[in-house]
């Protein structure tokens, strides 16, 4: 008895969560597509996306394009495991005829005609190799044919997502881990130490000079700070719009610690896959900063409780 087949069904649902634009780019990326040759998937009607699977590989397609978003399912492939059986309107072509009712067959090559067989009698050619060679030459001097937006997407899932994400520190994509977004953001505070010098010396040369370049200062900090903070929150599988609560009062000083605190989501999420481990240079430069933190945050208790005092007597 043949093992069940299965296929992966999807009739454009959406898991819980997750947004259509992110989801198509999603399945764009795993079948390696470009977004627009997949928008019928989405119309609302089942569309089978995978066929004749076993339940290892389905299960497969299953999890992949769930953690992409898309609500699919696994149903038997009841298609895909039908036998023919021989009947009288159609004969097994390889069951024995009774005498006298042979068939006959004309050689494709010279012409000559004769009970059918595997071979030609006359000119020697195996029959099915040499229909199969002239299909090959046919096919290979046909155009090649535009692939259809239609079709159903090729490519394994399982080749598409790297074991890790790409690091770029100046982009919105990508995900980074709590100690890399310390070191990043201790890279990024020394990194502005020369630059405000050269704004504090330009106001000194001109105050509308000065104003120009620090204004051009903070802007480029908030970008990066941007940054970096989206990637953080994408490695926890939140949104990069929940970045806009550290404008808010008071959960604007309690959001930062969050997102040096909440660990990221084991293995890919639906932003990208996992950050690459830390290295020894990622761990010393978190470490200086969270210390640096600490202290700065140990000062500011301090010299409040004196302030406290002092106004006492």
Not at 5 to 30: D, S, W, Y
Not at 36 to 65: N, Q, T
Not at 176 to 198: D, E, N
Request: glycine share 8%; aromatic share 8%; proline share 8%.
């Amino acid at each position: 008895m043949n093992d069940p087949r299965f296929k992966i069904v999807f009739a454009g649902e959406l898991m819980p969560g997750h947004a259509l634009e992110q989801v198509r780019e999603n399945i764009a990326n795993l079948f390696k597509t470009d977004p627009s040759k997949i928008a019928h998937l989405f119309s609302g009607r089942p569309v089978e996306i995978k066929r004749d699977l076993d339940s290892s590989e389905a299960d497969k397609y299953l999890g992949a394009l769930q953690r992409a978003g898309a609500k699919v399912s696994k149903q038997e492939d009841l298609g895909a495991s039908l036998s023919l059986v021989a009947t009288e309107d159609h004969p097994d072509p390889n069951a024995p005829q009774e005498p006298g009712t042979e068939e006959r067959m004309t050689c494709p090559k010279c012409g000559h005609e004769q009970t059918k067989a595997i071979d030609c009698s006359a000119c020697g050619i195996v029959i099915e190799k040499f229909l199969a060679r002239q299909a090959q030459l046919t096919q290979s001097a046909s155009p090649t044919a535009t692939p259809s937006p239609y079709a159903t997407p090729q490519a394994a899932v399982g080749e598409t997502l790297p074991e890790f994400c790409e690091l770029r520190p100046f982009t919105i994509s990508g995900r980074i881990g709590r100690l890399r977004y310390l070191a990043w953001s201790m890279v990024l505070a020394f990194a502005m130490l020369p630059v405000f010098a050269v704004v504090a010396g330009a106001f000194a040369l001109s105050e509308v000079l000065g104003f120009l370049l620090g204004a051009v200062a903070v802007i480029a900090l908030l970008v990066v700070s941007v940054q970096i903070g989206v990637q953080r929150l994408h490695d926890i599988g939140w949104s990069g719009w929940l970045f806009l609560l550290n404008l808010v009062p008071f959960v604007g000083s309690v959001f930062p610690l969050l997102m040096m605190l909440i660990p990221g989501t084991a293995g890919a999420n639906r932003y990208a896959p996992p950050p690459p481990p830390n290295s020894t240079a990622v761990k010393v430069l978190a470490g200086i900063w969270l210390a640096v933190i600490v202290i700065a945050i140990i000062a500011l208790i301090i010299a409040g409780g004196i302030g406290v005092l002092a106004g006492l007597e």
